[in-house]
Each structure stands twice: as structure tokens, then as C-alpha cells.
T-cell receptor
Framework: GQNIDQPTEMTATEGAIVQINCTYQTSGFNGLFWYQQHAGEAPTFLSYNVLDGLEEKGRFSSFLSRSKGYSYLLLKELQMKDSASYLCAVYDSNYQLIWGAGTKLIIKP | TAGITQAPTSQILAAGRSMTLRCTQDMRHNAMYWYRQDLGLGLRLIHYSNTAGTTGKGEVPDGYSVSRANTDDFPLTLASAVPSQTSVYFC??????????????FGPGTRLTVL
């Protein structure tokens, strides 16, 4: 079966750095997405990786290793507004988007 | 631009009643999707449409139906609601052109409670 694993919850301190991991087992791979979802709101697009390596976007970076079925989202200089759930999703060989259950990130002052 | 709108924002529905959740997008995206999101579970695909006039079943289609008469609208109908359909429903759309263009954009969601 197809599966995406993420930690359920993580806690970090304002101003610090946090890494949210995602491992996947899917039938084929056509790209990996990270979304941010604040409580009670819709998911919003953060990043897209299709080739191995690091993609940087301001305070957020996303890394992909296709051979290891592994990605991480790195958030730097954490702010209270970064408190949210972070969803990892993978397009499989049929372009079906498979979603992880999300990682709830709690930021403490 | 509005992006994707959904209506209603929330609804309480008696079991056995029917209901249609509305979704409209103004981005001229080819593909549209309906998901449900339940606590502790990932987004689960109910139905999708790759282009106007076509629809397909997702992971959890039972009890739901959709239609795609035009590019902009993708309503989801519950014919006879049951309590297990209590959930938050998200509509999404994408250009379905491959790669980054397959990024899905979400509406604000409909919170449905079936009693």
C-alpha cells in the first residue's frame, strides 16, 4: 500500500530552527509538496520538490532524497505565526496525490 | 481574485437528509477535487474531475456524488447523510499540467455535522 509518515506533533521555541521529516512509500514518484494549515483554515502551498536536493524559500527550505523516500521541511527563525500543521503530499505514478496526516507544530515563546 | 469559494461555511444536517456542498473556482483550472479531513487522518480524496464533463472516484467515494457541468463549478452531493459523514470538506483545484502546475489550491472548507 501507499504510505506517508510524519511525526504527529513537534514543539519548538520562537527564534529557533525546526526540521519536520516525511518518509514515503508510494507506487512511483512525480513530485512532493509541503503545505501549511493553520487551525480552522485551508491548506496553503509552501514548496514543491521533484529533484533531489534543497529548495530554499526565505525562512523555509525543503529537501528531497528520492532514493531514500525522504523529505524534510526546515523552518528557520521561528515565529509564533508558524504554529500550524504541516502536510507532506506525494504524487504517485498515476498522479494521485497521497497525503500524510500532518505534523502539528507548536511554537513556544 | 477570489480563487476558490465554498458554500456553506458550516452546516448541521439531520441524518437521512440530502445536501449539496458548492464549490466554484475562477482560476480556469482544469482539475477539481473534493477531500474530507478528519482529526488524525490525512486529507482523503472523495471524488475528482480532470476536466469539465468527466469525474472519477477517489479513496472514499461511497455516499457522495459529483458533477462537472462546466470548468468553474464542482458540487458535491450527499444523497442521504449519515453521522460518519461529519467532517470538514475541502474543495481544491489545479491546472493539471504536470509538475509545479499540479499544485492544488484549496477553498476555505465546509464544516458539516450530521446528527
Amino acid at each position: 500500500g501507499q504510505n506517508i509518515d510524519q511525526p504527529t506533533e513537534m514543539t519548538a521555541t520562537e527564534g529557533a530552527i525546526v526540521q519536520i521529516n516525511c518518509t514515503y512509500q508510494t507506487s512511483g514518484f512525480n513530485g512532493l509538496f509541503w503545505y501549511q494549515q493553520h487551525a480552522g483554515e485551508a491548506p496553503t502551498f509552501l514548496s514543491y520538490n521533484v529533484l533531489d536536493g534543497l529548495e530554499e524559500k526565505g525562512r523555509f527550505s525543503s529537501f528531497l532524497s528520492r532514493s531514500k523516500g525522504y523529505s524534510y521541511l526546515l523552518l528557520k527563525e521561528l515565529q509564533m505565526k508558524d504554529s500550524a500543521s504541516y502536510l507532506c503530499a506525494v504524487y504517485d505514478s498515476n498522479y494521485q496525490l497521497i497525503w500524510g496526516a500532518g505534523t502539528k507544530l507548536i511554537i513556544k515563546p | 481574485t477570489a480563487g476558490i469559494t465554498q458554500a456553506p461555511t458550516s452546516q448541521i444536517l439531520a441524518a437521512g437528509r440530502s445536501m449539496t456542498l458548492r464549490c466554484t473556482q475562477d482560476m480556469r483550472h482544469n482539475a477539481m477535487y473534493w477531500y474530507r479531513q478528519d482529526l488524525g487522518l490525512g486529507l482523503r480524496l472523495i471524488h475528482y474531475s480532470n476536466t469539465a464533463g468527466t469525474t472519477g472516484k477517489g479513496e472514499v467515494p461511497d455516499g457522495y456524488s459529483v458533477s462537472r457541468a462546466n470548468t468553474d463549478d464542482f458540487p458535491l452531493t450527499l444523497a442521504s447523510a449519515v453521522p460518519s459523514q461529519t467532517s470538514v470538506y475541502f474543495c481544491a483545484s489545479s491546472d493539471s499540467a504536470g509538475g509545479l502546475e499540479d499544485t492544488q489550491y484549496f477553498g476555505p472548507g465546509t464544516r458539516l455535522t450530521v446528527l
